[in-house]
């Protein structure tokens, strides 16, 4: 009587135990950092925690350009910091969509499959990394900022609170914001490239016959479509408000008499986050269809050349290697049919995340400064209607 009470008391309460067997090998640091993640942000999290999390980042989100519209008088002055958050706020509902909708590629479901906790390292350091760098640039491009226009406009000055405020509201949805990333949309990214790689190194070896090799592929392939198809839609949202908010600071820096070098610092790294940040992840994952086929497509017996350098065990096994035949020549045909078939690559607008992406959005943040520095510089054009005469005061 008693045990099958136990057993149902343990169903009943422990919403984490899959979570926590998935985990229970690594380290106790790591193993402590996903036990806490996992029940406000991971695939099995109760909805009241997501809420508190959500809230809570929207919450600390919209403090500091609330506080700065408060102390320069006027929320257009804080209008592309505005834009910024709503940004960020949408890639977090987006990530914590991927977590539900994907939950067998997180970490705290599919640790083991990845592999070692090596690489789990790398996104931990990672993570603090891209806290204290994007802390580190939110606050003094906004504090400065506000600094020179209380001076510019002899305004009275911000008080400690403002400050304390500021960099509170910074640390907090950084922390909050990177973690989940790094959690998330990096570690499904590295998950698909450990996937592919092992793939990869099997067909190298010749250590996997044509029927595994299909249904391994199939078996992960399709897992791969679900993540890149949900990963390509939320990347598509996330880029378009993205280039909305960087070019609103290009606007201020060019147009708008409280033009400040931190509008042109912010513009800068969107585009830096758009053309390299963001295709870190997912571009190897586009590069790789592209080296299976070309691997599979080359492996066909290649004759060695002797070399007297070699050890006669050595050259033997390289023989071995290089010589052997992937199955025939119809199987390979038919693998690569299959791969074009099944091929589904992370795509934003149209364009592979990769290197014509990179180039796509580097020529479009280019082109747009060059057209505001134009018809400002040369053409006089003093800003939309809305903006014009609004700020007299502060151009006096």
């Not at 090998?25 to 406000?40: C, E, N, S």
């Not at 942000?41 to 925690?49: D, F, T």
């Not at 350091?125 to 504090?143: N, P």
């Not at 006089?380 to 809305?386: N, R, Y």
Request: aromatic letters at 14%; glycine letters at 6%.
């Amino acid at each position: 009587m008693i045990a099958p009470e136990l057993k149902g008391d343990t169903q009943k309460d422990d919403r984490f135990s899959h979570t926590q067997r998935n985990i229970a090998g690594l380290d106790p640091r790591i193993r402590r950092y996903l036990d806490v993640t996992a029940r406000f942000v991971g695939p099995n999290a109760p909805p009241g925690n997501i809420c508190i999390v959500v809230l809570t980042y929207i919450c600390f989100g919209f403090t500091a350009p609330l506080s700065l519209s408060l102390v320069l008088g006027s929320w257009r002055y804080a209008l592309p910091y505005w834009l910024s958050i709503c940004c960020n706020c949408i890639d977090f509902f987006g990530m914590i969509w991927l977590s539900r909708s994907c939950p067998e590629s997180t970490p705290w479901l599919h640790i083991e499959e990845h592999g070692s906790a090596r690489a789990f390292d790398g996104l931990f350091e990672h993570t603090v990394f891209s806290i204290v760098l994007m802390v580190s640039a939110l606050s003094i491009f906004s504090l400065t900022f506000v600094y020179r226009e209380v001076d510019r406009r002899d305004l009275d000055p911000p008080g400690v609170a403002f400050y304390f405020t500021t960099l509170l509201s910074y640390t907090l949805m950084a922390t909050i914001h990177m973690a989940t990333d790094n959690l998330i949309y990096e570690f499904m990214g590295q998950g698909i490239q450990h996937e592919q790689r092992v793939f990869a190194e099997k067909i190298r070896a010749r250590s996997i016959d044509f029927e595994t090799a299909m249904k391994s592929h199939r078996k992960f392939n399709t897992k791969q479509r679900n993540i890149v198809s949900k990963v390509s839609l939320e990347l598509n949202i996330f880029v378009t408000l993205a280039c909305i908010a960087s070019f609103s600071f290009c606007y201020e820096y060019f147009v708008m008499p409280h033009s400040h070098w931190g509008h042109l610092a912010n513009f800068i790294v969107f585009g830096v986050m758009l053309c390299i940040i963001l295709p870190f992840s997912w571009g190897p994952v586009n590069e790789n269809q592209d080296a299976l086929r070309i691997l599979v497509a080359e492996s066909v017996g290649i004759d060695v050349a002797s070399d007297n350098t070699m050890s006669a065990e050595t050259l033997e096994s390289k023989h071995r290697k290089e010589e052997e035949e992937l199955w025939d020549a119809a199987k390979r045909a038919q693998f690569l049919i299959h791969l074009q078939n099944t091929e589904y690559k992370c795509r934003i607008f149209g364009w592979e995340v990769g290197p014509p992406f990179i180039m796509e959005i580097g020529f479009l943040f280019a082109s747009f400064a060059f057209l505001l520095w134009q018809v400002t510089q040369l053409s006089g054009w003093q800003g939309f209607s809305f903006d014009k005469g609004t700020y007299e005061e502060s151009s006096s």
